[in-house]
T-cell receptor, first 111, second 113 residues
C-alpha cells in the first residue's frame, strides 16, 4: 500500500478556504485516493474519493495532479464545525477493500 | 439518510469475559468491516466480510475474534476472552461496493477491567 504523508496539524479561521495536501509518491496505477473526516469519539466519515484530475461534491473538492504523487483536499469557507482530523488514504479497489488510516491532519478552525 | 448503527454504545467487561458487539449495516450494503481505535491512536482495520465469508483480516484479528452475520440485518464481532489491551472504540462500517466509500457507525466503546 502506498505510504501517505500529510501535515500533522493546521490552523484556520472561519470563512477561509482550507487546503490540505497529502503526498503519496509511490501510488500505484490502480490506487484511488480517499479522504475521511473524524470528530472526537465518532466514526470516520467519508468525504471524497478520486483517481485523477478534480472531483467536487457538496462538501469538498479533491485536486489530483497528472503525476498523482500528491492530492489536495479543499474545504471552502470552513466553519467551527469543520474542526476535526482529516485522513488521506490511498489503496486499490479490490474485493476486500480495507482502509488503512494514518495519523491524519488535525484541523483547528478558530472564530 | 440511512445510517450504520451499533450497540451498545459503551460496554464494560472484566478481563477474560466474552463480549459481542453488534452492528446493523445500511440495508443495501454488501460489504462489512470492523475497525478499532485505541484512545489517542490510529483507526486500525480488523476484518472485512462479504458473502458470508471473511475476505481479509489483519494481524490483530486472531483466534479470539470472530464475526458473524446471523441474520439479514445484523453483523457481530465477538471477542472470546477479553484482554486489557482490547479496550478501544470499535467501529463497524459497510459499503455497497468494495470501494473506499465506507459508512461508519458511531462506535462501541469497550472497556476491559
Amino acid at each position: 500500500l502506498a505510504k501517505t504523508t500529510q501535515p500533522i496539524s493546521m490552523d484556520s479561521y472561519e470563512g477561509q478556504e482550507v487546503n490540505i495536501t497529502c503526498s503519496h509518491n509511490n501510488i500505484a496505477t490502480n490506487d484511488y485516493i480517499t479522504w475521511y473526516q473524524q470528530f472526537p469519539s465518532q466514526g470516520p466519515r467519508f468525504i471524497i474519493q478520486g483517481y485523477k484530475t478534480k472531483v467536487t461534491n457538496e462538501v469538498a473538492s479533491l485536486f489530483i495532479p497528472a503525476d498523482r504523487k500528491s492530492s489536495t483536499l479543499s474545504l471552502p469557507r470552513v466553519s467551527l464545525s469543520d474542526t476535526a482530523v482529516y485522513y488521506c488514504l490511498v489503496a486499490p479497489m479490490d474485493s476486500s477493500y480495507k482502509l488503512i488510516f494514518g495519523s491524519g491532519t488535525r484541523l483547528l478552525v478558530r472564530p | 439518510e440511512p445510517e450504520v448503527t451499533q450497540t451498545p454504545s459503551h460496554q464494560v467487561t472484566q478481563m477474560g469475559q466474552e463480549v459481542i458487539l453488534r452492528c446493523v449495516p445500511i440495508s443495501n450494503h454488501l460489504y462489512f468491516y470492523w475497525y478499532r481505535q485505541i484512545l489517542g491512536q490510529k483507526v486500525e482495520f480488523l476484518v472485512s466480510f462479504y458473502n458470508n465469508e471473511i475476505s481479509e483480516k489483519s494481524e490483530i484479528f486472531d483466534d479470539q475474534f470472530s464475526v458473524e452475520r446471523p441474520d439479514g440485518s445484523n453483523f457481530t464481532l465477538k471477542i472470546r476472552s477479553t484482554k486489557l489491551e482490547d479496550s478501544a472504540m470499535y467501529f463497524c462500517a459497510s459499503s455497497r461496493l468494495p470501494t473506499g466509500e465506507q459508512y461508519f457507525g458511531p462506535g462501541t466503546r469497550l472497556t476491559v477491567t
